[in-house]
């Protein structure tokens, strides 16, 4: 059975990697053996998080570039590629917000939004499967969100992204699922993590999230770490095209 979560010997890339949700992937991901490769913009913070993992004894790189700069990531990904032999998983993870009532929402901020949390993640999926391609297959996971599926006011970005992520997920899936590499989503809820700090500090909404959610509380960056593990290990070897809904039950209660 404990082969079933094994990842030893998996090389896997995730964006946004050097806090919050990305962080706890990629911490649960080496701590089942992979090699993870910790993304982001800043030098310092990814090398202070890789540093952590590798002082816990586990396996940590870093590939410093913004997920905007297309050229930049295939580069990222090609070095990857050659210095292991392969990339066997890519989590999309990197993501950005912006609030602001419609009438004040910029189209140039609406596209920053759209191209972080959605594009980026099409053109470094792209090339994620062109390099896993010749190796039998890989694994992708999408960081995707409660919102998108159900909406709130301020973030009508986020939403568009987020749900045409969810698109995206499905449409790889179908179609390179036949060469072995599997596409699938990760759904949080409201999770305490420093994107969110605004809104935990707003004791109104907390109060609304945790009203909301039947485990009565905000959910916590580890909790993530066990879906992506699921999801690029052998227990995941026939969930294609899956977004797995990790809120606390509160994107089903009414």
């Known amino acids: ?34 090699t993870v490769v910790l993304n982001g913009r800043d030098v310092a913070a990814l090398e202070a998080k890789a540093e952590a993992l590798r002082t816990a004894g586990l396996k940590a790189e870093i590939a410093a570039f913004d997920v905007n700069d297309e050229a930049a990531g295939r580069a990222a990904m ?14 999309n993870n990197a993501g950005i917000q912006h609030r602001s009532p419609i009438l004040e929402f910029t189209t140039k901020d609406f596209e920053h939004v759209v191209s972080t949390n959605l594009t980026s993640c099409f053109y470094l999926s792209r090339e994620a499967i062109r390099l896993m391609t010749p190796h039998g297959g ?25 749900e045409g992520l969810r698109a995206l997920t499905r449409a790889l899936a179908v179609e390179v699922g036949p060469q072995g590499i599997l596409v699938n989503a990760i759904a949080p809820g409201y999770i305490a ?62």
């Open 193 to 254: 993590t420093e994107m969110n700090v605004p809104l935990m500090e707003n004791k109104d909404f907390s109060d609304w999230v945790v009203s909301k959610t039947p485990m009565q509380r905000w959910g916590k960056p580890s909790e993530l770490g066990g879906g992506a593990v699921y999801l690029m290990s052998e227990a995941g070897a026939f969930v294609n095209g899956h977004v797995l809904s990790i809120d606390g039950g509160m994107s089903v209660q009414v």
């Open 78 to 91: 090609e070095r990857i590629n050659q210095t292991h032999g392969r990339l066997y998983g890519l989590i």
């Open 138 to 162: 890989g694994r992708i996971i999408n960081t995707v969100s409660m919102l998108g599926v159900q909406a709130r006011p301020t973030v009508p970005a986020y939403i568009a992204a987020k």
């Open 1 to 34: 059975m404990n082969t079933l979560f094994d990842l030893a010997g998996r090389v896997i890339l995730v964006t946004g990697g050097s806090r919050g949700i990305g962080f706890a992937m990629a911490e649960a991901l080496a701590q089942h053996g992979a």
